[in-house]
């Protein structure tokens, strides 16, 4: 059972609101057990909103914790199930939300000063039907294996020029319409990205920053998710809405468009090689990737499920 609070008309956080008025932005926060870090990111949506005035629906689900006490302090809309799933907390989300665009954004997500902005522009201008913000990686306290890691995987075509998701993105009204509901899926990310092809996703100026995990056993953790997920796409027929691959969406970290591992080893790879190549100082990051990845993916397909691993040290 669901239960939920009225709606906001501004932005929710620190910063002054706007004039009362009909909301201009939607911003869906799936939560499960996230109190130590929701405040921290529904705290940064006032600067982050620019002249838009937000809608936000947090969905706290199995939360065993005061998620939901957080959100509502904070003047957000909650809905709360009694489930822990992300899918159904996003298909929730939809239900209560009410206008275009919509952004979907995890709970440990931090968006800087005018990115939602940003991103909702970038959509009304009807070009693209699904945008996300330019991502920084928050290296702070992680460890050599960790840093080097991200190192490499911030030069990665996929996050560099083609991305859309880990952690947020927006869809346009006609973008959302390409799809019924969220599927049961771990990467719903991934899932979304491959409804588009290349020229009808972008990147808005702005800026999200996730913060990376500690030490190698957390990173190790949220890759073996991130395969877990991937293999699992691949194994449906969802993604790309039913229509076959370009050459262009199989490219990048997570082969969109791709149908297995071996695609998106394939590219990743390429990749990898062409960084060593072009710029011989990160061959030691592009090592560990390589490293990490593989220890990943193994991890992936020893696992019978694809239950939620969570980054325990960010938290």
Same mark, same amino acid.
């Given at each position: 059972?669901?239960?939920?609070?009225?709606?906001?008309?501004?932005?929710?956080?620190?910063?002054?609101?706007?004039?009362?008025?009909?909301?201009?932005?939607?911003?869906?926060?799936?939560?499960?057990?996230?109190?130590?870090?929701?405040?921290?990111?529904?705290?940064?949506?006032?600067?982050?909103?620019?002249?838009?005035?937000?809608?936000?629906?947090?969905?706290?689900?199995?939360?065993?914790?005061?998620?939901?006490?957080?959100?509502?302090?904070?003047?957000?809309?909650?809905?709360?199930?009694?489930?822990?799933?992300?899918?159904?907390?996003?298909?929730?989300?939809?239900? !209560?939300?009410?206008?275009?665009?919509?952004?979907?954004?995890?709970?440990?997500?931090?968006?800087?000063?005018?990115?939602?902005?940003?991103?909702?522009?970038?959509?009304?201008?009807?070009?693209?039907?699904?945008?996300?913000?330019?991502?920084?990686?928050?290296?702070?306290?992680?460890?050599?294996?960790?840093?080097?890691?991200?190192?490499?995987?911030?030069?990665?075509?996929?996050?560099?020029?083609?991305?859309?998701?880990?952690?947020?993105?927006?869809?346009?009204?006609?973008?959302?319409?390409?799809?019924?509901?969220?599927?049961?899926?771990?990467?719903?990310?991934?899932?979304?990205?491959?409804?588009?092809?290349?020229?009808?996703?972008?990147?808005?100026?702005?800026?999200?920053?996730?913060?990376?995990?500690?030490?190698?056993?957390?990173?190790?953790?949220?890759?073996?998710?991130?395969?877990?997920?991937?293999?699992?796409?691949?194994?449906?027929?969802?993604?790309?809405?039913?229509?076959?691959?370009?050459?262009?969406?199989?490219?990048?970290?997570?082969?969109?468009?791709?149908?297995?591992?071996?695609?998106?080893?394939?590219?990743?790879?390429?990749?990898?090689?062409?960084?060593?190549?072009?710029?011989?100082?990160?061959?030691?990051?592009?090592?560990?990737?390589?490293?990490?990845?593989?220890?990943?993916?193994?991890?992936?397909?020893?696992?019978?499920?694809? !239950?939620?691993?969570?980054?325990?040290?960010?938290?």
């Amino acid at each position: 059972m669901s239960t939920s609070t009225e709606p906001t008309a501004h932005p929710v956080g620190n910063g002054p609101a706007p004039a009362a008025g009909t909301p201009t932005l939607s911003v869906v926060v799936p939560a499960h057990d996230e109190a130590g870090v929701l405040r921290r990111t529904l705290g940064a949506l006032a600067a982050a909103a620019g002249p838009e005035t937000l809608e936000v629906v947090v969905v706290a689900n199995g939360c065993t914790d005061d998620t939901a006490d957080v959100a509502r302090a904070a003047g957000a809309r909650v809905v709360e199930l009694g489930q822990a799933s992300k899918a159904a907390a996003l298909r929730a989300g939809d239900e !209560a939300a009410t206008v275009f665009p919509r952004v979907y954004l995890d709970a440990d997500i931090v968006l800087t000063p005018g990115t939602l902005g940003h991103l909702a522009e970038r959509l009304r201008r009807g070009d693209v039907h699904a945008a996300s913000p330019r991502i920084r990686f928050d290296l702070r306290g992680s460890t050599w294996p960790v840093r080097s890691f991200y190192r490499a995987y911030a030069e990665l075509p996929y996050v560099r020029s083609g991305l859309v998701g880990l952690g947020v993105y927006g869809l346009s009204a006609a973008g959302r319409s390409r799809f019924e509901r969220f599927p049961d899926l771990t990467s719903d990310d991934l899932f979304v990205q491959r409804l588009f092809a290349g020229h009808e996703r972008g990147t808005s100026d702005g800026e999200f920053v996730v913060a990376a995990p500690r030490d190698l056993r957390n990173l190790l953790k949220v890759r073996t998710r991130t395969a877990s997920g991937n293999a699992e796409l691949s194994r449906t027929d969802h993604g790309a809405g039913g229509r076959p691959a370009t050459s262009e969406e199989g490219a990048g970290e997570n082969a969109t468009g791709g149908t297995s591992f071996e695609r998106s080893t394939s590219g990743t790879t390429s990749a990898l090689a062409k960084l060593a190549v072009t710029r011989p100082r990160l061959l030691p990051s592009a090592a560990v990737y390589a490293a990490v990845t593989i220890a990943s993916r193994v991890s992936a397909r020893r696992r019978q499920n694809t !239950a939620w691993q969570r980054d325990t040290s960010t938290r």
